[in-house]
C-alpha cells in the first residue's frame, strides 16, 4: 500500500531510574564529549561516535595532488586514491544535546492489508531493540506541545537551539553534506549529521547553541497529557507500536 498520508512518531529511550523524572518533564541534555567519549565501549551498538561534530572532505586523486616538502627545497609527490580532510573545534565538545527517536508510519512500517495495521520493519526494531533493550519506551504522541514547552523554557533562559532529524551520509565515499563555507559560520550545525553507520538511530536531536561547561537539565512540567510510559524493551519481545487507522465519520 502507498500511504497517502505520514505520521511522525517522537520516542525517548530511558533508563528506568529516570523515567519517572521524565514523566515529570525532567530533560537531560548531555555535552557532546559524552557521544564522543562512549565510542570507546558503546561503538558496536551505535551509540557513540568519536565523530561527532567533525566536518570532512572527500579528495581524489582525479582531482587532486598531495606533496611532502623534502630538505632540499622540492616536494615529493604521494601516491593516494582518495583521503580524507577533516576539521572540528574542540568547543563543539560541550554543546549538549538531548536525543530522541522519530519514526515515519510512511517509510518505518509496513502495511497489512489484511488487518489494515502499520508494523514497524523488522530490520529497525531489532536494531531499536538491540541498542535500548532494558529501557523504558516513552511514546511523545503530541510532539507539537512538546516542543512547544522545551522552545518556552529555553526562550524564557534565553538559551539558542536547533534541532531535527539527523541527517545521514556516506563519509566513506562522500564529502559532508554541509559546505565549508557554513560550517566555518556555524559549527555547531555538523551536530545535527552523522555518519551512515548509524543511520538506523532515525534520531531526532535538540542542540543547544552555545557550549556550557556541565550537562544541563530542564523541567518542562508533567508530562502525562502529552506522553505515555508504553513497557520496558526487551529482546525476543515486540515494540508496542502498532497503527491502525479508519475515517471520521462524517455528517451531511
Known amino acids: 500500500m502507498e500511504s497517502e498520508f505520514d505520521v ?6 530511558v533508563e528506568p ?5 521524565t514523566m515529570n518533564g525532567e530533560f537531560y541534555f548531555a555535552k557532546n564529549k559524552y557521544f564522543i567519549d562512549l565510542e570507546e565501549e558503546q561503538f558496536e551498538k551505535g551509540i557513540g561516535d568519536s565523530e561527532e561534530g567533525v566536518w570532512s572532505q572527500l579528495i581524489k586523486s582525479s582531482d587532486y595532488q598531495i606533496f611532502i616538502p623534502l630538505e632540499n627545497g622540492e616536494e615529493f ?5 582518495k583521503a580524507y580532510i577533516k576539521h572540528s573545534y574542540s568547543d563543539l565538545s560541550k554543546f549538549p544535546i538531548c ?3 522519530l519514526l ?3 517509510n518505518d512500517f509496513l502495511y497489512n492489508p489484511d488487518e489494515n495495521k502499520f508494523y514497524l520493519k523488522p530490520e529497525i526494531e531489532e536494531k531499536l531493540v538491540e541498542q535500548f533493550q532494558g529501557r523504558d519506551l516513552i511514546y511523545i504522541h503530541n510532539h507539537d506541545e512538546f516542543i512547544n514547552r522545551i522552545d518556552k523554557i529555553l526562550e524564557d533562559k534565553e538559551i ?3 534541532r531535527g532529524l539527523v541527517k545521514y551520509f556516506d563519509d566513506k565515499n562522500e564529502s559532508h553534506p554541509l559546505p565549508m563555507d557554513d560550517f566555518d559560520k556555524d559549527a555547531p550545525r555538523t551536530l545535527l ?7 538506523y538511530q532515525k534520531e531526532f536531536r535538540i542542540v543547544l547553541k552555545r557550549p556550557f561547561e556541565t550537562d544541563q537539565i530542564f523541567n518542562i512540567g508533567n508530562m ?3 506522553a505515555l510510559n508504553l513497557e520496558k524493551v526487551e529482546v525476543g519481545k515486540k515494540l508496542p507500536l502498532i497503527y491502525s487507522y479508519k475515517r471520521q465519520n462524517t455528517k451531511v
Do not use: A
Request: proline share 3%.
Open 77 to 81: 609527490e604521494l601516491p593516494f586514491e
Open 17 to 21: 531510574q529516570f523515567t519517572r523524572n
Open 8 to 13: 511522525k512518531i517522537l520516542l525517548k529511550f
Open 99 to 101: 536525543c530522541f527517536v
Open 193 to 199: 549529521y552523522k555518519r551512515k553507520f548509524f543511520e
Open 224 to 226: 502525562k497529557d502529552i
Open 160 to 162: 539558542g537551539r536547533m
Open 104 to 106: 515515519s508510519l510512511k
